[in-house]
């Protein structure tokens, strides 16, 4: 059974920053791409960033020059540096993996629960 796990979220002042963490257990062979993503009551879930094996990074234009994603391969983990947040990236955060569990088989993709970021003004 694979599982991914999120933590780090929380209430924040706009200005400050917050450090998102998300692990990957379970029986994995292999992971490709990891991302977050976001969705603020009312609106659509949608990218903040993903980063592929390597350096390939992906971001939305919204959070470009704030928040940096990373990962470690060795933890199967994903993070998520967040600066200079403002009352508009308050959201469920939501971590997603492309995985490929044991025994082999096909690319799956796995959510995590989400946790919560808010932002104060």
């Known amino acids: 059974q694979v599982q991914l796990e999120e933590s780090g979220g929380g209430l924040v002042q706009a200005g400050g920053s917050l450090r998102l963490s998300c692990a990957a257990s379970?029986?994995?062979?292999?992971?490709?791409?990891m991302g977050w993503y976001r969705q603020a009551p009312g609106k659509q879930r949608e990218l903040v960033a993903n980063?592929?094996?390597?350096?390939?990074?992906n971001y939305a234009d919204s959070v470009k020059g704030r928040f940096t994603i990373s990962r470690d391969n060795a933890k199967n983990m994903v993070y998520l540096q967040m600066n200079s947040l403002n009352v508009e990236d308050t959201a469920v955060y939501y971590c997603?993996?492309?995985?490929?569990?044991?025994?082999?088989?096909?690319?799956?993709?796995?959510w995590g629960q989400g946790t919560q970021v808010t932002v104060s003004a």
């Open positions: 997603k993996a492309n995985i490929r569990p044991l025994p082999l088989s096909a690319l799956y993709r796995y």
């Open positions: 379970g029986r994995i062979f292999s992971i490709n791409a």
């Open positions: 980063i592929i094996s390597g350096e390939n990074t």
